[in-house]
């Protein structure tokens, strides 16, 4: 009954801005810390920006200024504005959801980012 959705991803040029939406449904979002990680191929999975319940984010250095992550609890929805695009940014970008009192994390299929040069 967990699901996350990714939205938003495509193709765009080095430079250019996406933005990324993850709807979840089947939990109660506002106690979950969520976040968005993102694979490159022969890469291990990243994190890229989190964001708790009461809000504070944090990002890897290698977005820092670029990309920003903010939630919506009325809509059970993340999101990210990625900015300022560089192909070392193209992965597969996953949302996801924590809830670290139950040692659970719940994960959205991916979206494709790939940023052209």
């Known amino acids: 009954q967990v699901q996350l959705v990714e939205s938003g991803g495509g193709l765009v040029q080095a430079g250019g801005s996406l933005g990324l939406s993850c709807a979840a449904s089947g939990i109660i979002f506002s106690i979950y810390d969520m976040g968005w990680y993102r694979q490159a191929p022969g890469k291990q999975r990243e994190l890229v920006a989190a964001?708790?319940?009461?809000?504070?984010?944090n990002y890897a250095d290698s977005v820092k200024g670029r990309f920003t992550i903010s939630r919506d609890n009325a809509e059970n929805t993340v999101y990210l504005q990625m900015d300022s695009l560089k192909p070392e940014d193209t992965a597969v970008y996953y949302c996801?959801?924590?809830?670290?009192?139950?040692?659970?994390?719940?994960w959205g299929q991916g979206t494709q980012v790939t940023v052209s040069s």
């Open positions: 964001i708790t319940t009461g809000g504070s984010t």
């Open positions: 996801n959801a924590q809830f670290r009192r139950l040692l659970v994390s719940y």
